[in-house]
């Protein structure tokens, strides 16, 4: 993850570490996040609610940038406060939680499957570009491993029954 808005200050390294942090659930206990992992960064970009890019953006960090699985260098612009609160933005961003984050059981669920979901993005990379849509079906399909509705196997093949249905519209994945 790389910023080039502002120099590199006390205040922007920490603001850093606290980003790579999140509250366990039910807890206040920290648990620590790779984030300066692409592949790591590439899912939470995936898993964070808006508010949750909202909390980053606050930080004085409006853009992220890492190298995804397809050897690009990504650049996401984070949502302003407008754009995630129309209406009300400065008392809605004074209720704004302080990070570390505090994820969701979902959240935490596919967090759980990190290294299920890039083992398939490991294989899939020759074969398809991963994009949003590819993760968007894998990410599906890891939160229903997750909550113990499907098979590891079974969601391999939805998730290469999906790909063949995109790749039979002529719609690249």
């Known amino acids: 993850m790389t910023t080039t808005d502002q120099p590199i200050t006390e205040t922007l390294k920490h603001s850093i570490y606290l980003i790579g942090q ?30 949750q890019k909202l909390q980053v953006y606050q930080l004085r960090l409006p853009r992220i940038h890492y190298v995804d699985w397809n050897n690009t260098f990504i650049e996401i612009t984070l949502p302003t406060p407008n754009e995630v609160y129309p209406s009300n933005t400065k008392v809605t961003l004074e209720q704004l939680k302080p990070l570390p984050f505090r994820f969701s059981q979902q959240q935490w669920a596919l967090l759980e499957q990190t290294e299920w979901i890039n ?3 490991r294989q899939l990379k020759g074969q ?6 590819v993760y968007d079906i894998i990410i599906s399909q890891a ?3 997750a909550q113990r509705k499907m098979s590891q196997q079974q ?12 790749k039979n519209k002529g719609v690249q994945a």
């Open 119 to 121: 083992m398939i993005l």
């Open 143 to 145: 939160l229903l491993i």
């Open 22 to 51: 999140a509250y366990g659930m039910g807890t206040n206990k920290r648990r620590y996040l790779r984030y300066w992992d692409p592949r790591v960064l590439a899912l939470l970009t995936h898993l964070w609610t808006d508010q």
């Open 128 to 133: 398809v570009v991963i994009n949003d849509r």
């Open 155 to 166: 969601a391999i093949k939805n998730i290469v029954e999906s790909l063949e249905r995109i």
